[in-house]
């Protein structure tokens, strides 16, 4: 026996030894016979073999059959094998060793060139998929049905609307635009260059329409910005007969959520119970959650959680839909249960970026701050965006110096991390230390970018530096090459409407090129009723309610200067108004965390546990103050009653509730945090300056707008809120 024929042999020996079990191409065998009939294996029988290889990817195997055929020579001038060892290796990402292949190869049919053209459209190298295809063309090669879907998917991975529209026209030429595979393949390359109008085109003028066909147009107007267009195909859909599948599915409730339309969702929902056989999908479930979150409905999107097999999807979508629902208590309450039941893949950084939201939201920083050591401890805190998170978190529930050391300690820093610790020092009224680090960032050679510039003119706003602002303002496209969009207008109006220069802000609203934005008029009815400019007030909450009648803000905040003048008419005439609309004002409520543990009070409440001592605390406080000759403020009460009256109204606002439980419960010349979710009043703030020299305490309060910090009797807003 020749040295070949031996060497071929301990290959068959070394291929067949790794193998658990038989290939079903070689069952024809007889048992014990196989190693005797493999070195006469036919080129048909060799390509048996390596379709079995590439269906169950086994790529250690192919190579050794790869190597038995060279040796064999059966691979010499046969343009079969070497078709189906390039696809072989083109299946299993070795498109390198593919190319070698199919280079050597003299004559070379549809299927290799295929092959290779899909090989790299499916291994992130559209150029070279492109390329193939130009040269297999320029070869006189044609093109077939199976060509073109890969070279259209390569051409959207470019974004190359060029050269689609080409192969495009190439697919109509050769008459094959018309095969649904080959439709399909046309839309999704036209959704993926966000072509709207051309993905319905392809749609509409198929003859025939698959699955396949419906789900990539409803996807397509799911994820470009025409979410009810998506819901109305999905109607059209079920019309034609046609039953929807996860993935569909998927995207039409994508698209309810990004409407806000739960009445189609619940739809859906009901779909999905009904043909639980054929809609079935692992993801659909967490999708209709994140649909009833998007809509504002958490009670519809917890019983669902409650009822399926949860995963960390699931978990991470109800947290953080409590979180931007405005209900950060259910959130915590949720991820305690999460870490309580140790589950096998969370918390993530995702569930922990949400966490993280929700004790901001709340000023939670002792909640906070044990959610830094359980992530430290996981190893999270080499992560980019939970470091960022934890720097929003700190600067967001009062502790400015944790958050500059969380900030510190990020392995990288990006331009979302710079805007969030600019914005801290906005906040919290340190608007030179913004600067410092607006600068800082633009030295070390990083560009601003719009959320960066938006975070730094609104520190200038918080800390009244008008002309700072301002040049910060003239400079983006003199120094950045930006132009400003409606948000920067709105914080250049803020800076001059709260220095009180409210017709030079009003003329900048009135010049504009555009149409002024709700946020625009906002900051300046803001200021108006900061300096009780009355006109100008009525002009913003005209142009506020005439755009969105349903803004319950421009009338609360107009009624109030009303108020403060004494103009009970109108504020009755404005309050039959929201009456008549069904607008009703938010509650003022406020928070405070102690032992981990949150507590809220509302205006005049009652109903907690330790009520009677928290009233008796205010009863001593109103005395000792009134000692030191404290005399409430009442402007704040917006209502006609008698000055009695409105003297324990202001005494029954929730965050002097919220401070005279934190003395109560708190260590002696410990600080005390309260969050508030409306504007602090001025008699609050002045109480709460006084209560800080007279108990020795620190006490950081949040309002809607910004934060004080008190200490010895004076407020770090310098009562410039």
Known sequence: MSRASNDSILMVFFFFSSSTKPLKSLQCFPRGRLFAH????????????????????????????????????????NSYLNSKLAAFYAICGCMSQAREVFDETMSKNSFLWNSMIRGYASRDSPVESIVLYREMLRLGQRADRFTYPFVLKACGELLSVKAGRIVHSEAVVNGLVSDVYVGNSLMSMYSKLGDLQDVRKVFDRMPERDLTSWSTVILSHAKNGDPKEAVDVFRSMGRAGVVADGTTLLAVLDACGQMKAIRQGREIHAFVVRNSSRARNEFVGNSIIGMYCDCKSTLEARKLFESINRDLVSWNLMISGYSQNGDPFQSIKLFSRMVRQSLEHGPDEVTITAILGACDQIMALQFGMSVHSYLAKRGFNANHFVGTALVNMYSKCGSLSCSHLAFNELPQRSLFSWSSIISGYGVHGRGREALFAFNKMVSEGLKPDEAVLTSVLSACSHSGLVDEGKEIFESMKREFDLKPTCTHYSCLVDILGRAGKLNEAFELIENLEFKPTRDMWAALLSACWLHRNIELAEIAAQRISSGNPEDVSSYICLSNIYAAEKRWADVQRLRAMMRGQRLRKPPGQSFIELDKKIHRFLVADKSHEQSDAIYAKLKDLREQLEMHGYSPDTSSVLYDVDEEVKEMMVWDHSEKLALAFGLIKSPPGSTIRITKNLRVCADCHTVTKLISKLANREIVMRDIRRFHHFKDGLCSCGDYW
């Open 38 to 77: 493999y070195s006469s294996l036919t080129s048909l029988q060799c390509g048996q073999l390596l379709q079995s290889l590439t269906n169950s990817k086994s790529l250690c195997k192919g190579r050794k059959l790869h190597a038995h055929m060279l040796v064999s020579g059966t691979l010499h001038h």
